[in-house]
């Protein structure tokens, strides 16, 4: 079972790109965390159970990620393993926190979007000031301390230019376990031309592949062929829970928040019965998605959630969200004749 938990709603940076500025400023409380605690516990399976911390930014209410994780890791209630782990801007790392990582080797993510002028595009604080060295600095600590971590890299329509060269200093300054990107799907500046310009740098980057280490390459999590397959159907609220930080449930973080997508609360359990409503939402697919042949491969006919967050509906699909899936399916057709 997978446990999004929202520690907080709130952030001490004002990322351009973020779609959850609108959410309200609100953290889970200690009370509040022991329920959630107990709701893990009712619905744990007996192998491996995931318990992720989500914000906002999580480390803003780092007592509650601690207390949640001690209380676990202490109890005698637990029937399978658990794992936990969170994504994190990376500017809020103190020595208490860092020896607290590698004593539970709690996984984390950092997010960091390449060299200095990409990164400071969009990954800006609240006064508006540039966020790259702060980052840079947790990078290192956690390095001196051995802890393992991801990166995690968001690009736009005006930072795809220098997507591989980012992909290539990242790799050659940090030496993370792992390195993902995803694009900003709700930027309006993309278009054919950023598009055919997103595929060059794919290209680019598969080419910086085969030129490297091998343990290097496959740190990059794109473009391998283990991961092109067919998504399936959506699994929230079944096999995963997010917990908002006043104890309700949603299927996703997309959906959190929202009540149209309510299915519980940490007291009364999950809804069944509005889960399966939902779903029978999620399954239907735009027309237009009828006979495209990457449809099973592509996130947009998935995950209906993006869709809902840009125009409140989940039964049409988003240009950005379908070109860009084709955009990477169609380099991954041609990488392996698929």
């Not at 020896?99 to 990164?119: A, M, V």
């Not at 995690?152 to 930072?159: G, K």
């Not at 080419?207 to 490297?212: A, G, R």
């Amino acid at each position: 079972m997978f446990f999004n938990i929202w520690v907080t709603q709130d952030c001490n940076l004002s990322c351009k790109y973020c779609y959850e500025k609108t959410k309200r400023r609100r953290n889970l409380s200690l009370e509040n965390a022991g329920a959630v605690i107990a709701f893990v516990f009712k619905y744990q399976t007996d192998r491996l159970n995931q318990v992720n911390f989500h914000g906002g930014e999580p480390l803003l209410n780092w007592n509650v990620i601690e207390y949640i994780v001690r209380q676990i890791n202490d109890s005698q209630l637990k029937k399978g393993r658990f794992r936990f782990g969170f994504t994190t801007n990376g500017t809020l790392l103190t020595e208490e926190i860092l020896h607290f990582l590698k004593e539970n080797e709690i996984q984390i993510s950092i997010s960091i979007d390449g060299k200095l002028e990409t990164h400071n595009k969009n990954r800006i604080d609240q006064g508006g000031n540039g966020t790259y060295s702060i980052v840079e600095r947790g990078l290192r600590q956690l390095e001196v301390r051995g802890i393992a971590y991801e990166i995690r890299m968001t690009y736009d329509s005006e930072t795809v230019s220098e997507l591989a060269h980012n992909v290539t200093f990242l790799l050659d300054r940090f030496n993370c376990s792992c390195l993902r990107w995803a694009p900003d799907c709700y930027d309006r500046g993309w278009n054919e031309e950023k598009i055919n310009l997103l595929l060059q740098q794919y290209r680019n980057i598969m080419e910086y592949q085969k030129k490297i280490k091998k343990e290097q390459a496959e740190k990059i999590a794109a473009f391998n062929i283990n991961h092109f397959n067919k998504l399936g159907v959506c699994c929230g609220g079944i096999t995963e829970m997010n917990i908002d930080t006043e104890g309700n449930l949603y299927p996703c973080t997309y959906a959190c928040g929202n009540e149209a997508f309510l299915i519980g609360n940490i007291k009364d359990g999950p809804d069944v019965e509005r889960i399966k409503r939902i779903h029978g939402t999620m399954q239907k697919s735009d027309q237009k998605c009828g006979n495209c042949q990457n449809k099973e491969y592509c996130i947009g006919n998935r995950c209906k959630m993006i869709n809902f967050i840009e125009d409140a509906r989940c039964s049409s699909y988003m240009e950005n969200v379908c070109s860009l899936s084709n955009a990477e399916i169609r380099l991954l057709r041609e990488q392996w004749m698929l």
